[in-house]
């Protein structure tokens, strides 16, 4: 019974999320725009992520590694 309370309340919590559009809070204006901006931002621009946030990957350029000449700590593993 109480498992099927519980799971209950989860499924009303994770239902009760915002369908509309964004919009300010009651009461307080939207942010301004900046000085170097032509007009303000709408909500979805301002949601969206800049470059540096989420960067793509970068590929290793280090290149293959050169193989070390006489290494006396390249030893094969201790046997039991």
């Known amino acids: 019974m109480a498992r099927g309370i519980a799971v209950a309340a989860l499924l009303l919590l994770a239902a009760c999320g915002k369908q509309g559009a964004l919009e300010p809070l009651a009461g ?6 900046a000085e170097t901006q032509i007009r303000a931002a709408t909500p979805q621009e ?18 293959p590694l050169n193989e070390r000449g006489n290494d006396p700590f390249n030893l094969p593993p201790r046997r039991p």
């Open 28 to 33: 307080r204006a939207a942010p301004q725009r």
């Open 46 to 63: 301002m949601l969206k992520l800049d470059p540096q946030a989420v960067p793509q990957r970068v590929d290793d350029n280090q290149g």
